[in-house]
């Protein structure tokens, strides 16, 4: 019971260890072991069921420490094409809730529900609890409801009592739950700005409201003025439907540093094949191509080039970040690789020009789509270029 549970109208969606509950959900001999999903052992967790977060493990952990936590964790390559259908199905049920969906990635999304109660014949609350109910009973995988007045504290309260909660945060009580809360709740406030923040005597709420406001802009600029309005838990953005998906990219570490170029020319299509899914799973296609790579002191090199015409084809993507690739020359070894698409247009705009200079490009295209399509019927192992086995 909450005295304002039926007049909030502001949410925050988030599906308990998506990864995991996903793979938890196709193999349900996994249900009651611990699950990590990610890469080798110099890898870092992606997610990690909540069997193995009570061992330790936490998302960006690297996969050595979070091998130690748990080492009887199962460990599963992450399998975006699939993560991305079930995203799909979630959203659907969302956009029938309200068209003002906020999605933020694949496993959470804002929605502000204001003048729905009408159409439904029932308030948000009770509406977002019917969405929970069918996403468990539809698609087999459990989510987190935080409802609040805006998106800042519905997104607090999201957090507040994972998994399968439903967190209430109202008008009336905002003041005194902030008050001695860590100011690390906010979304954003990463290492460096919470060291930043630590410097200057701040880790609580409270704290915050000792300072004024013109002080706090001084100090930390455009963030000090966020932070003085975030400390009073006011927050007005808009839940915006049409916000940007602004790149589309994916890397890898290794479990030995490596020059090979082979190595490296077998890990890079891999990368440009699961850019590639998450472009084709978002309908979106990438005007610039970026290549990645970080040498074995964690010193990086970027390097990115616009293309003639917009691409989500994987063949583009990696023959262009394999030019890049060679333009670097032997700098290695390399601990990390990654690659990704940027300046992102819809998909219809994408791969509709021919290239004169590669008459072959169109016949590549047909056949990944070909492939694209067996891998979608039959997994994503039923098909494979012999490249992506080096």
């Not at 927050?235 to 290794?254: M, Y």
Request: charged residues 30%; hydrophobic residues 40%; glycine residues 8%.
């Amino acid at each position: 019971m909450h005295d304002e549970l039926f007049s909030l109208t502001i949410a925050h969606m988030d599906c308990d260890a998506f990864y995991a509950s996903v793979e938890k959900r196709d193999d349900p001999a996994l249900a009651d072991k611990p699950v990590i999903i990610g890469g080798g052992r110099r890898g870092v967790v992606s997610t990690a069921c909540y069997v193995a977060r009570i061992r330790g493990v936490k998302s960006a952990m690297p996969m050595f420490q979070a091998l130690k936590l748990c080492p009887d964790a199962v460990v599963i390559k992450p399998r975006m094409q699939v993560y991305a259908e079930v995203s799909r199905a979630v959203r659907e049920m969302m956009n029938e809730l309200t068209p003002d969906v906020e999605p933020l990635s694949l496993d959470e999304a804002f929605m502000d529900l204001s003048g729905t109660e009408k159409l439904h014949g029932a308030p948000p609350a009770v509406m977002l609890a019917r969405l929970v109910k069918r996403m468990k009973d539809e698609l087999g995988i459990t989510g987190s409801i935080g409802l609040s007045h805006n998106k800042f504290l519905a997104k607090v309260a999201s957090d507040l009592d994972k998994p399968r909660g439903f967190s209430v945060i109202g008008k009336s009580e905002t003041a005194d739950f902030l008050h001695d809360k860590p100011v690390r709740l906010i979304w954003g406030i990463g290492p460096a700005a919470q060291a930043s923040l630590d410097k200057a005597g701040i880790r609580t709420f409270a704290d915050l409201l000792r300072w004024d406001r013109q002080d706090l802009h001084a100090r930390f600029g455009s963030m000090g003025d966020r932070l003085w309005h975030l400390a009073r838990g006011e927050d007005r953005r808009r839940v915006s439907a049409n916000a940007p998906v602004k790149s589309i990219s994916k890397e890898t570490t290794f479990f030995e540093d490596s020059a090979n170029t082979e190595v490296l020319d077998g890990h890079l299509w891999r990368l440009a094949t699961q850019v590639s899914d998450r472009a084709k799973a978002k309908e979106k296609a990438g005007r610039v191509v970026t290549l990645k790579l970080k040498r074995a002191n964690h010193s990086a090199l970027t390097r990115r080039i616009a293309l003639r015409s917009p691409t989500q084809m994987a063949d583009t993507i990696y023959r262009t970040a394999r030019a890049l690739l060679d333009q670097v020359g032997d700098q290695g070894p390399y601990r990390l690789l990654g690659c990704g698409i940027s300046d992102l247009v819809p998909a219809d705009q994408a791969d509709v020009t021919g290239d004169l200079l590669d008459p072959q490009a169109s016949k590549r295209a047909g056949a990944e789509r070909a492939s694209d399509a067996i891998r979608k019927r039959f997994g994503d192992g039923a098909i494979l270029k012999g490249r992506a086995l080096r």
